[in-house]
């Protein structure tokens, strides 16, 4: 420490009691801010197509599910995964996953009562085409053969019965829309058992959200343990669901951010230190930037705004900019004379308050929330480095250590400037060619930072059993339930995808016409012969035909059109399923019929599919096209607002400085900067995401207020090595997180990175040799 | 549907400790309760008559109940054709070759670990949520069960229990299914307190 760096307070003690209020206003305003991890409340909201999805899915809940599965080694039966199962359930119990709820005997008989009352509605065009082939005479004697088998068995005691009221089991058809996932699945005691046999299933529901990082911890590592245990008695379980993914997702945030920011910290202070060779120096050069934070989220508490921990993170790298003013600040005062460190950082405030001004106005909560949270802290910033930092930092005039580097760097830059901005055109030249490499992500999931195990575990599962939930859906919003069900299976139809749970159980009124109509023609048609076989069949096998009474009953035509409503799945196993896929709400019936079974391809091209084969009112929600469409709205608006950040960084140093190659030297290099740092990205084969966009805002920041610094001719000399401090230090902390394992992380730490040194190679090549040396700007 | 084989045995296994001067006593199910809390073991054999309208002749099954109360187990055994295991809180079923079957493909049979306890403690409740219980009028030493729910009664009329005349042991059960078929069951002399090998509830 150097107790000389810093002297005693400079300030009257009306100063320091203003400053103390000040503070404690701030802090108070921050205290009371609402922080939330819910990012739904900042997603866009101008965006109807992206507002209807985020709805839609939202509503529906599935991302709640936890899915559990069980295998055993060769020679370990499954039965012994059972034990292993029933504990984990035990286990995760108290952390909120529960076994789905299991449908009763009395709700499974009414299920069957109520299919059997409704039955010519409920067989699809596909069940009653089967029907043609099970009722000839072949199809009819194998069916008698295997009830008259089956009826025999001592421990059977109801198929006889059931057989003479249905004995071609067509009430039990309908009910193959609710098997278990993959086809030929079967459920034991609340267990899925694939039909290979070799794994069992067991799905929970989760009574929280997986964004609830704690408890999503907690229930994963009790998971973890539950894991572990089975391990040692022979039995793999295999974890799969989003709260695997989210808490994958912080843990690698977490553990990279345990490596990199000390590493980053340790790196920018040691070379801030180098500068001003004082711990005292080097924590003044921080406080605005520190105190700036505290600022920011204040003016959005007192702006009514919600404050989104992401969106926190991002202030606090876009407040990078403010460490800017802290050392230039420091380093004047340190130097005796900050006077002509002033001018310069008025107009770097200034240049930066119009440029993230241009947030506020856009329509993503999101983007408008982090204009407020930068504006407040860059105000907080200047007010702390422009009046608060001179009463604290001491003057101790003494060489600048970085000299014996920086004048002559910058000497070589002044000269022959001609040469430099060729070198930089030569440069822009090679780089430029790249942005047009450049694309927005296409595959989301490389933003993804889950471990490769868990991805594995998805994988697997998704092959072995097709799907965990349903996350596709067509979705039809008409003032009539019939209408809205009507056009979802037309749209089915032309799409020549199989009826959901939907369709099966609650057809539109067209369709139970049309189903019902078929049912007529084919027993009108087959109804004399059905009745002639199966008394021949009856006496082949021994059988009496009378006691089939009843099933030749129900198999007849039906004159009188059959009504269906969702009431009448009251009291069954159904109930819960047909409320959540249709329902009425805001003046509409909504009707949602999952799509399973898609390939991703697939799932991509539905949309496409469905406006071409099936345009009319019927919509596709999948959770990739959400994704895709956040994305590219985000990208759109960050675009508009790049556009008009430029024009207005444009506008205020125009107005301020009125001079054009000062405008040029300021300008220039920051846009230079970026065109290198994303033609670069661009020639890496590196994808754009939302927030590597977002970053060229703090690249165009620093950018701008060092190509300010360094336009001030007759001061250049001594505001490099603060200049070069400020994007070595950025750099410093951002290069550390290239090594992050979080793919977004590494991303964003490699843009930084390259940046920042775009900007610094830009600033020095191009703004001395622009401005010249003559008088700073006005 | 098996489960109602289960509802036949908790009928079953209960007067079979009953005290014989006791059977002049009007039959009630506490009686049942507290004359099954003394039983160890149970071995009984049976044969089943399947009266089926869609066949001309009766089929015919022989078969053996075992219960062990220390074990918490029971086994229903119809020879040569099937086995029903309850052990460790689970119902298994083996077909005729021994193999077992998957259990999870019927319904019944995931229902059925509740009766199994029943048949174990003798406790009566589950089943008076499902049946009406109550003893014949005229005195005679049987039980009639009909459905509570209009659901279960499009399956079964109703379900009689006769037991012998001093009530140690039931002498027959008749289940009448919707469309009146009929099963019945012939239950022999029970013996009790024999000592029941493990085995016998871990595989056929």
Redesign the interface.
Known sequence: MDPGAVGRPRGGWGFWCACAALLVLLGLAAARARFTSDLKAMLPTNDAELNRLVGFLDARGTTRLLAIEATTAPGVALEAAKPELARLVADLAPRGATPLPQPGAAEMAHLVQVIEAKLPVLLTAEQLAALATDSAPAGLRAQLARIRQKATDPDDVFTASAARADLLGLGYRPLQALEAISAGAAYDHGLIVHPDGRSLLLPLQVDFDPGESGRTDALMTAADAAVARAAAAGVTLSVVGSYRHFRDNAVALRADSMTTVPLGAALIALLLWSLARSWTGVLAMYLPAALSLIGAVAVLSVCGGMVALPLVGFAATLLGVAVDYGIQMTTALRAGDAAPVHRPLLMSWLVSLCAFAGLLTSPVPALASLGVLVLGGLATAYLAARWLLPRVVAAKPRPDPWRRWTLPLLAWCERFPRRRLLLGALITLALAPGLGRLAMVSDLQRMDGSQPATRAALSTFLERWGSLESTNFLVCEQPEADAALDAIVTARTRLALPPSRLEQFMPGADERARRQAAWNAFWTAHGDAFRADLAVACAELGLRPAAFAASLARYQPVAEPIPLTLADWDGTPLTLALAGLLHHGDGAWQAASPVDRLSRPETIALPARVAELAPGPVWVATRIHMAERLVAVLSSDLARRGLLIALTVTVAVVLLVRRARPCLAMLLPPAVALAWTFGLLGWMGEELTPFSVLVAAFVGGIGIDCAIFLAQGEQRARLVSPVIACIATAIAGTSTMIVAHHPLLAGVGLTLTIGMGSCLVACLLLTPALAGRGAPPR | ?????MLCACALIAPLLADPAAAAEALTLERLRAAAAGMTTLRVPFT?E?H?????EP?V?Q?VLEISRPLQAVR?E?TG??V?LFAHD?VR?FGAEGKEE????D??L??M?GQMRALLSGDWAPMKELFDIAPDTDGTPRLVLTPR?P??A???TRLEIRFRPDLGAPESIL?V???D?R?EYHFAPPQTGAEIPTARFERP
């Not at chain 2, 549907?1 to 084989?5: E, G, I, R, T, Y």
């Not at chain 2, 089926?52 to 001309?56: G, H, P, R």
């Not at chain 2, 998957?102 to 493909?105: N, V, Y």
């Open positions: 549907m098996k489960c109602f084989l089943q399947k089926l309208a869609i066949l001309d089929v099954s078969g229903w119809f054709r099937s029903l689970h079923r998957l259990s999870g493909r319904p019944g995931q229902s670990a729910t659901d279960l499009r399956y079964l289940l299914a919707n469309g078929d099963t």
